[in-house]
Structure formats: structure tokens, C-alpha cells
């Protein structure tokens, strides 16, 4: 059974960092896409970065590039997201997700995901 579970969400300042993982069980952990999502209230989830399986290249959206970092462990099964310079527009629950599909470059298209963790929210407040 496919489980994904993040967490290190919490309240961050704005300008400040967190790192938040997902821990994955009950498949091939470095054989797949994995790709990190969020979703404020009223607005449509948004691809933040994503991991290929194939090759560990790494893609982020236009938002958070040069201020997120996205690196997984896969001795570990963990995906981890390092946040930094964090603004007000980041603040979100944060959900990580896997794409059945190996060998292909992975997305920041939520629909080509097939498995989903709860989520974290992270919300930024001064």
C-alpha cells in the first residue's frame, strides 16, 4: 500500500526558512517522479517542485525558483522541501505526491500524479 506522509509544516516569518519532508512507504521510492504541490484557500493547487526518478533532475516552478530546494534520500524514502526567503504568497498546505509513470521527466502537473500524502500547511506571519 502506497503511503506518503509529510510534515514539518508550522509557522514561519516572513524572510525565514523551513524544511518540510514526506516519507514514503509501500513501493520503489527512487524509481518514480515525486513532486511537491500546494494549495492556498480559494486557489487552484500549484506544482512547486518535482524530482525525477530516472535522473534526480529537478524542476520548480516559476514562484519559489532560486528560494526552494527540493532533494530526496532514497535510502531513506524521504522527499524533502527547504523553503527560504519565504513570503506571505507561500503560505499553504503543502502535499507531496508520486507519478506512477517511470523513465519520464517528471512534472509539475498535479493530474499526472497518482498518489498523495495529507499535506502540511505552512503559514507565514510576522
Known sequence: QVQLVESGGGLVQPGGSL?????ASGF?????????FRQAPGKEREGVACVSGRDGSTYYGDSVKGRFTSSRDNARNTLYLQLKDVKREDAAVYYCAIDNLVGVKCSLK???????????QVSVSS
Open 19 to 23: 524544511r518540510l519532508s514526506c516519507v
Open 28 to 36: 520503489t521510492f527512487h524509481e518514480y517522479n515525486v513532486g511537491w
Open 110 to 120: 498535479s493530474y499526472e500524479y497518482d498518489y498523495w500524502g495529507q499535506g502540511t
